[in-house]
């Protein structure tokens, strides 16, 4: 593919490549303005909004110097939607402590963004299992599971999933 950088109103004012360094120089400036507006993690709930808006995000505390490094590949894999990095991290996350919430909530939306909502589904009740009291951890898989849900168009269970986590925001 070529470009024409030949426009006639600014040929008079930038002589040769001046131009394509100029148009390349906006972008730059541009992507990064859009980089900062960016959720820190890549989020199907971030993105759409209810998770942030409702105070909750997925849990990030876990006690092992080891599965805290692993979760934190995950989420660099995450962030760039790759999959199968991600998916190994915490796989080798899951041989070490296979009762962190943290794991499966992750795992949960990997799976999510990967189209395989069934599996979603399990990883977030599995995470459920695991969270204890953590009612941000519980109501937010349960927005994963109404999001999975919706990938299925259960639109009711769907429903039934959201207004779940919404009674573990409740004081």
Not at 30 to 57: F, K
Request: overall charge positive.
């Amino acid at each position: 593919m070529q470009f024409n950088f030949n426009f006639p109103a600014t040929q008079k004012f930038l002589p040769g490549l001046v131009h394509p360094v100029l148009l390349v120089l906006l972008l730059i400036t541009t992507s990064c303005a859009r980089i900062e507006n960016r959720p820190q993690r890549w989020d199907p709930l971030v993105e759409q909004g209810s998770a942030t808006e409702l105070g909750i995000s997925r849990s990030t505390s876990v006690e092992s110097p080891a599965l805290t490094s692993l979760l934190t590949q995950a989420d660099v894999a995450i962030e760039q939607q790759q999959w199968a990095a991600a998916l190994a991290s915490l796989e080798r996350a899951q041989r070490i402590d296979s009762k962190q919430s943290a794991i499966w909530t992750r795992l949960s939306i990997v799976y999510l963004a990967k189209q395989d909502p069934e599996q979603a589904i399990q990883m977030a009740k599995k995470s459920n299992s695991h969270a204890h009291n953590d009612k941000s951890a519980l109501a937010y898989n349960w927005l994963l599971i109404s999001r999975a849900y919706l990938q299925m168009n259960q639109v009711d269970q769907a429903k039934a999933a959201s207004q779940q986590s919404q009674q573990y925001l409740k004081p």
